[in-house]
Each structure stands twice: as C-alpha cells, then as structure tokens.
C-alpha cells in the first residue's frame, strides 16, 4: 500500500500536463473555483491548477500561498514552487511568468517557528500515547491514536496518519468509532486519490453504520418511554428518529461519495455514475462539500458518468426525475443542467458545444481529469449511435450539420464506430450515406448453427485422438539427458540442425519439412 | 514345393491341434517348415522369432538357399505373408546381403495378409525403413510400397501406424505431395499399439508432415487442423516439433481467417507462453495491415522467420492481407472507389480492380464493380437448400453415435470399472450422474448454439 501511494504522488507530480486554454469560449472564474474550497483540499487543487493554467499562475500561487500559512504541513510550500516552476515551463514566451520568490514571499522564521511547533505538538502526543498505552485504557488509546492520526495528517505525512488509523481500529469500542475511523480514513485515501483503497473502507463502514443506528435507535426508545405524557414522548420519539435518519443520512451520502470517486478513479463510469445519483441532499455532504468535494462538482461527475454509460430512460429516470439530485446539485451548475435536458431532447450539438466550451473546468477536476478524454470519446460515441438508431438511412451531410462537424468529419467517426460495433451499418462512400444493417436472422441462425455443427465435429474428433494417444501412453516426455536434448533425440529421422535457444525440449524438427515449406511460395 | 503352400498357414480351430514341429536351425529348414506348416499364423510368428540365436538370426534370413535359389521365388506373399516379411525385412537391413528384387517388394506390399503381418508390427516398421533405405536416391520408387502397406495393413484407414510418418516423410523429400492426399484424407482417430510399435513421434510426425503437404498444396483449412493436432497433442514437456507446428499454424491461420486464434484450451502452456513472446504473434496481433507496414514488420525478425525456414509462408500471409483490409472494408461501406480502396489496403488501383475481381469469382466477396471504377458491396447471405441441412443432420447423428459407442466402451472398460467400484461408496452423486446421462447427451450441448 505504501509503495501504491509513492507511486501516485509521484505521478501527480511529475506528469506532464497539457496547456489548458482560457478564453471567452472556455470560461474559467478562478474566485468561483477558489470559493468552493477550503484548506488542504483547496492548496491541492490550486497546485493541480498552476501547471495547466500558466495565466492563473500567478494569482492562483498567491492565494495558496496565503493559505499555506494558516496550515501547519510546511512541504507544501516546495510542492507548490515545483508547480510553479512546471506553469513557467509551460508559459507562452512572449508573456513569461516572474520568478516564484516575487510571486510569493517564504516566510523562513514562520517555516522554522512552525516545524518546531509540530516537533514538539508531536512529541507530546507521543509521550501521551506511552503513558495511556501503559495505563491500559483502551478509550484514552483510542483518542492518542486519533490525535497523531489527524496530526500527520495536518503536515501531510499520510502514511503515519494510516498507519495510526489502522491501529486506532483496535481499541474501537462502539460502532461509532469504527465509523469514525472509516470516514476519517476515507478523506485521507481520496485526498490522495488512492482509489484502489476506498472500497475496503466503504465495506468496513456500512456493517458499523447499521449497528450503530439500532444502538441509537434502541435508546432512544428507552428515553422516550421514560418522557412524561405520551404526547411528550410521541413528539420526542419523533425528533429523535428525524435527527437519527438524518445522521444515518449524512454517513450513507459520505459513503456513497467515496464509492463513486473511487469507481470514476478506477474508470469503471457506469458504477460511478450509479453511485453518485444515489447520494443524499448537499446538506448531508455538511464539511465533505468544502474539504472533500464540492456539490457542484458532484454533478460534473455525475452527468458526465451517465452520459458516458446510462441509457437515456435511466439518465431521466434517475437523475432528471431525482429530486434530491436536480435541487441539491444539478442545480448549483446551471449549465450542466442544460446539458442533460439537451441531451435527452437529442441536441447533440448543443450539448457537445457546451462540453467543449466548459472542458477547461471539467479538465481542473483533480479527480475527473485523467478520465476526460475517455469519457469525451464515450458521449460523442454514444451520441452519433443515438442519433442514428431510429433511421434506415442518415445523409451524412445532415449528420454533420446535426453535430456541427464537416462532412468527412463525420464519415470518420461514423467508420470509426461501426468498425467497434457501436453502430449496426455501412457507409455508401459516393452518395454519402449511412445505411442501417439489415440481417437476415433466419439465414443467419442457419449459417452459425452450421457453423457451431462442423466446429463441434472436428473438435470431437481431435479430441478422441487426443484421448486415444493419452490412452496408449503416446505423451511427449522430457529426454533422459534433459540438460543436453539435441544428443537425447529420439527421432526416427534425424537430419535437423541443432536447434539452439529451445532448451528442454523433446526431440527436433526434420530440417526437410521446414525446407519445403519456406520454398512452398515458389510453387 | 509349389503346391504344399496352398495349404498352409490357415488359421482356424484345426490349427491349434497340429503337432509342434521341431525348430528349423537352417534357412533351407525354415523354408520347407513355411511351405508345409498347417500351424496358426502365431505359432509361425513366434518360430520365426526364435529362429537361430539373436545375432545371427537377420544373417541367416538374408541368405540364399543351398541351392542358391531366392527363397522369395519359392515363398507366397499371400499364403507365407509372415515368413516373407521376415526374409524381406532381414535382406533390406542386412549390409552386404543380396538385396531383393524390386518386384518382390512391390508384388510382397500388394499382397500380402494384413491379418498375419499385424502379429509382426516391428518386422512391418524395418521393412518400410529398409524400403526408403533401398530406394537412396531415387525416393519416388518407394511411395508406390509404402502407400499400398499404410493402405492395407491396418485393419480400418482410421489407425495410425509407424509406417504412416516414414511414407509422408518419403512423399516430402520427393515433392510428390499429391501422392499423399489419398492416405491423408481420412483422418486418423484411432490409435492401437498392439498392431503397431508406435513412439509419441510417430503421431508428431504424421500429423507435421501432413500439414505440411497440405499447406504446400494450399488446402489450408485442412493444413490447419494437421498443425493444431501436433500442437495440442499431450505432452508433458513440448517436443520441439511442436513449438515449430504452432508457428506455422499462426501463419496457416492468418491465411485462412485473417485472425490468429487462441489455442484450444487444452494446449501445453508452455508453447502458449513461447509462441506469446515469439515474432509470431506479434505478426498476428498486427494483421491484417497494408503490405508495406507488415514487411517492415516482418523485416525487424527476419532472421528468425529465415531459421525457422517460415519465410515463404511469411510471405503469402503478407500478400494475402489485402485480401483481407478489403474484406474488413465490406463491413463498413456498401459503395467505394477503386481508388479509395487502394488508399486503404496500399496498393495501386489497376492492382484492386484484379485483387476484387479474383475475390469476387472465388466467392470471398459478393461485389459488382461499375464503369467508372467503383465498387458496390452488397450483402451476401449464405444459403442452404434442404440437401445441406440433411447431411449435416446425417453427421451430427454419426457423431452422436460414435460419441455414445466411445463412452459405453469406457463405461465398460476394466480401468474404469476399477475407479468406479473402488469409489463407489464416497461418490455416489457422482457414479449417479454418469449413468443417468441420456443416451443424447452427447449432443445436449448443442441446444446452446440453437
């Protein structure tokens, strides 16, 4: 596990990254973006940005850079004038960037003041961790293991932080702390984009989950039975249950969010796009919206997953008829609304123009990122299949004007798609016309039973002599003198050159039979 | 002396009640002992076994007779089959002996009694070596011996015997491939080594030598299968041969279906392994492409192409793939030009127009080509008239049976029976499905393709 996590950070680091472009046509608003964020997660993804965005750079820097200084991780600084350093490279030459010591100003007292501060905030928690561990209190263990948990976390030494969550895991009393654990050790896995891992964690806190809230339930039916009146308790009964369904709302969405990250992490989109629509209002995400992701974010992954992967019935269905999902998240990004409407209202064009022009936002998403294109590849896939499915015949000249490409823009594709069996059609080149396949079923069933009958026979009959050969003990052996097989040959025609490279073998080749063949050509 | 022979050596009940003779010590002794003997065809074979002592047996066999006569004039291949087999044998092998006439060969594999000769399945492999031994040069005089013995020694045209690789290997060398398709067409599927002193490498060979011919003479469907019962022929380690057999069987199949196609599952994973790493598949996984990319494919393991001798086989696959783009174009366009073809497959249009036209006159496509240079695709959809239906229905209840012949005779089997009775108290669920298989249950699996 460790070593995974090396290797993702390094690859988040070092990759080389594509100049994003920001125009009137691509839309970026920094201060929305920086607005949506707080903390570590908002420095990360500044860091993401500066790189691809060498015209942001220098504001996004000084921005990070103030808010590095109301954190504690120090390193996070290098990270960003490594970032910095890769934006320069990457700057057009006739508007370079300034030096990064100009851009932002390192504090070296308040780096020194702070990594004393963490050394001796460290010490103390380990010294308390001793004295509890000797005392044997598991609780107080619990807590110590907890508090250097989230300390390494805070200057970002992830690997302790895990460390001491997988410890902490011992000494959990209640399923409470168990689901404490999970959510805490989920933030830190998607902070780290470690998706391989999140699953694990998900599946550790949904039996925690449902045990703690029948242990929440059952007392609070104790409380409520001891109330005064009955209407007093039916009230109080009732609060307590709204209150308990909405904590168990806020795990559950967490949960949820962690499945679908990890799934889109993995690029398995329809099972990201599945869990996502299933993910509670925005209020229930409560800190996750800033530190882990924001709702409008939830909708760019949600809807680009389901464009991706959902039939059309299921993307209305379960995201234009979701009422939590259209009013918590479809909501807070208009434009991705739109998408969806067009989209199920077949304007194909709309909706790629829209794609294209909002890429620059999409392509910022630390988590979505690595997938766009595929998932960019997957709609326009899906949406020349879509438009072509209710014809017999499609003008390819319409098609195009229906998808704001040129003709033979769209020739390309369509070759494309019906060369992986997304469409069922051929092209009529000289008129320029998509026909629809038309099969024969009956003839077709007729040619592939015929088909799968002789294939049956053959492999029969090999097969019985393979038996027959294993039944008389004709099995190729390894030669007594395995360590030299050209002196244990026993061919009964022996005119074959040594053949060197294919040691322990049984017996050679005739040289004749290679002979004749290679002047078979000739004939 | 003559007419004596007509009653001798048949087998049958009286045979076994006639008094055992003494051994004979000389050739002109063993001769009279053929001629007169009312003994079974057994009882000679094992006195021509235990003729003379072990050394000097083949020596004296390959002698003449006092008189000096040819003991072969005097046998009949028909009636003496055993005792002529033995001379004939001991003349060919022994250096310095009068070799026979090549009549009496010829005459000896035209007539002689399949039933007597299969008691002496190593006397029948040192004749048919001593037949390609004689023959040095000119090899062809031995394919007319060789193919009359592989034709009418064993009992049925399905077994294979150690004779069976010795005749293909004769009909290689001497480039008379055609002289082979008559043994070849019947495919091989029984094995008995009691009528035959069968090796692993016979059934290698065979099959090899087979497919070879087959590829030579272009029939690749049947090349193919030949290669692929080398290839997957059991092994505990693969024999050379048939790490040799599954490259040209990747080439065979890029011929004939544009496509290398996996191994059965039952092939040895080691030549799996090897043939993954090998200049061969990564042929096949580029296939098909315009000729130019995949010479320059090829040209990058040429040398390895050139030791395995492959080199022509390369080539025709090379050649073939615009067969093959073109066919792959039908799926995705109905109309195209000449000239676009061309752009696609890499080759000049005049080129296209004689590659579709063969396509079209073989059958490989269902195609017009128009005046003005373009092509029309249309859909071809095979058709099968009630004829087609019935015979494959006719072959599919052969198969039937012969699969329920093959399990009953196993079910019957002594091993088997052992298994069974000696598990019979631990797997009863098991024993009980076996039996209460259906007699058609060896084409259930059918109802999956329907």
């Not at chain 1, 029948?214 to 109330?227: D, E, G, K, V």
């Amino acid at each position: 596990m460790e070593m995974d996590i090396d290797e993702q950070q390094q690859t988040r680091r070092t990759g080389v990254m594509r100049v994003l472009p920001i125009d009137d046509n691509h839309p970026f608003d920094l201060d929305q973006y920086i607005s949506n964020y707080t903390g570590r997660a908002l420095v990360d993804r500044l860091t993401f940005l500066i790189p691809q965005c060498p015209t942001l750079a220098v504001q996004a820097a000084q921005v990070a850079a103030k808010h590095i200084r109301n954190m504690r991780d120090t390193s996070l600084y290098s990270h960003l004038s490594i970032a910095y350093e890769q934006a320069q490279t990457n700057a057009s030459s006739d508007a370079p960037l300034p030096p990064f010591h100009e851009v932002v100003s390192i504090d070296q007292t308040w780096i020194e003041e702070t990594n004393r501060k963490n050394a001796d905030e460290r010490t103390k928690l380990e010294v308390e961790l001793k004295t509890y561990s000797s005392n044997m209190i598991k609780e107080s263990i619990r807590m110590a293991h907890r508090d250097l948990a989230e300390f390494h976390r805070s200057v970002g030494d992830y690997q302790t932080a895990l460390k001491h969550y997988a410890k902490l895991r011992e000494f959990c009393t209640t399923s409470q702390h168990v689901l404490d654990m999970c959510i805490a050790v989920l933030e830190l896995l998607i902070e780290q984009r470690n998706y391989t891992h999140i699953p694990t964690y998900v599946f550790k806190a949904e039996p925690a989950l449902d045990a703690s809230t029948n242990a929440l339930r059952s007392s609070t039916h104790i409380s409520a039975s001891s109330a005064a009146t009955p209407h007093a308790a039916a009230t109080a009964a009732q609060a307590s249950r709204d209150r308990l369904m909405s904590e168990r709302q806020k795990t559950q969405t967490k949960l949820e969010v962690a499945t679908g990250i990890s799934h889109l992490g993995l690029a398995s989109y329809e099972k990201a796009a599945s869990a996502f629509v299933r993910v509670g209002s925005a209020a229930s995400l409560g800190a996750w919206a800033t530190k882990v992701i924001h709702p409008s974010d939830i909708a760019i992954y949600t809807t680009l997953c389901a464009l991706a992967t959902l039939q059309r019935s299921q993307i209305k269905s379960q995201i234009m008829e979701n009422d939590t999902f259209v009013s918590s998240y479809l909501e807070s990004e208009p434009y991705i609304r739109e998408l969806v409407v067009n989209w199920l209202g077949g304007k194909f064009k709309a909706v790629l123009e829209s794609l294209e022009k909002y890429s620059t936002r999409h392509a910022l998403l630390p988590h979505l990122a690595p997938h766009l294109s595929s998932l960019m590849q997957l709609i326009r896939s899906r949406a020349v299949a879509l438009y072509f499915r209710p014809f017999a015949t499609v003008k390819l000249e319409k098609m195009a004007a229906a998808f704001g490409w040129t003709i033979s823009q769209a020739e390309c594709e369509v070759v494309r798609l019906i060369g992986e069996g997304d469409i069922k059609g051929r092209v009529d080149r000289l008129g320029k016309i998509l026909r629809a396949q038309e099969t024969d079923q009956r003839a077709e069933l007729f040619a592939r039973t015929m088909k799968a009958g002789q294939d049956m026979q053959s492999a029969n009959r090999k097969l019985l002599l393979r038996l027959k050969l294993q039944q008389a003990d004709l099995i190729v052996k390894a030669p007594k003198q395995s360590n030299q097989p050209q002196q244990g040959s026993q061919q009964p025609i022996q005119s074959a050159p040594s053949q060197s490279g294919i040691g322990g073998f049984a017996g050679k080749v005739p040289e004749i039979f290679t002979n004749i063949l290679s002047m078979g050509s000739g004939d | 002396m003559a007419p004596s022979t007509s009653t001798a050596a048949q087998p049958g009940p009286s045979a076994a009640l006639a008094p055992a003779q003494e051994q004979p010590k000389t050739l002109d002794e063993l001769v009279q002992y053929l001629t007169t003997t009312t003994g079974s065809a057994a009882t000679v074979n094992g006195t021509l076994k235990t003729f003379g002592t072990k050394e000097t047996r083949d020596t004296l066999l390959a002698s003449t007779l006092g008189s000096g006569q040819d003991p072969l004039e005097v046998l009949s291949p028909e009636t003496n089959t055993l005792g002529y087999l033995y001379i004939l044998a001991a003349r060919l092998d022994v250096s310095g002996a009068l070799p026979p006439q090549i009549q009496h060969v010829e005459s000896f594999c035209k007539r002689f009694t399949p039933e007597h000769a299969r008691l002496a399945p190593d006397r029948i492999s040192a004749l048919a070596k001593g037949i390609v031994k004689a023959s040095g040069e000119n090899i062809k005089h031995a394919l007319d011996p060789l193919c009359s013995i592989v034709l009418r020694y064993p009992p049925k045209p399905t077994y294979l015997t150690s004779v069976h690789p010795i005749f293909l290997h004769a009909c290689v060398t001497a480039r008379h491939f055609a002289a082979a398709l008559p043994v070849l067409s019947t495919p091989i599927v029984d094995i008995d080594t009691t009528i035959s002193d069968l090796h692993y490498n016979d059934n290698l060979l065979y099959h090899y030598a087979g497919g070879v011919v087959f590829a030579v003479l272009k029939r690749w469907r049947e090349a193919e299968e030949f290669f692929e019962i080398v290839v997957t022929s059991p092994a505990q380690t693969p024999a050379a041969i048939q790490f040799e057999a599954l490259k040209k069987l990747t080439l065979v199949q890029l011929i004939l279906y544009g496509k290398a196609i996996q191994p059965p599952k039952y092939t040895n994973n080691q030549l799996i392994r090897m043939i993954k790493n090998s200049p061969y598949n990564t042929l096949g996984k580029a296939y098909p492409q315009t000729a130019a990319s995949l010479t320059a494919i090829v040209q990058k393991d040429v040398e390895a192409f050139r030791s395995d001798q492959n080199l022509g086989l390369v080539q025709q696959v090379i050649d073939r793939a615009s067969r093959w783009l073109i066919k792959k174009l039908t799926l995705t366009y109905i109309t195209l030009g000449l000239t676009d073809i061309g752009k696609e497959v890499g080759v000049e249009a005049e080129e296209v127009r004689v590659i579709v036209l063969n396509m079209i006159e073989i059958g490989d496509i269902n195609a017009s080509i128009s005046i003005d240079g373009n092509v029309t695709f249309a859909d071809s959809t095979p058709q099968f008239t009630k004829a087609d239906v019935d015979a494959a229905l006719a072959r599919a209840q052969e198969q039937s049976k012969l699969l329920r012949d093959v399990e009953r005779a196993l079910n019957s089997s002594k091993d088997y029976l052992q298994k069974a009775l000696k598990h019979k108290d631990d797997a009863w669920g098991m024993d009980e499905d076996m039996y209460s298989t259906p007699p058609s249950g060896a084409w259930a699996e059918e109802s999956m393709y329907a």
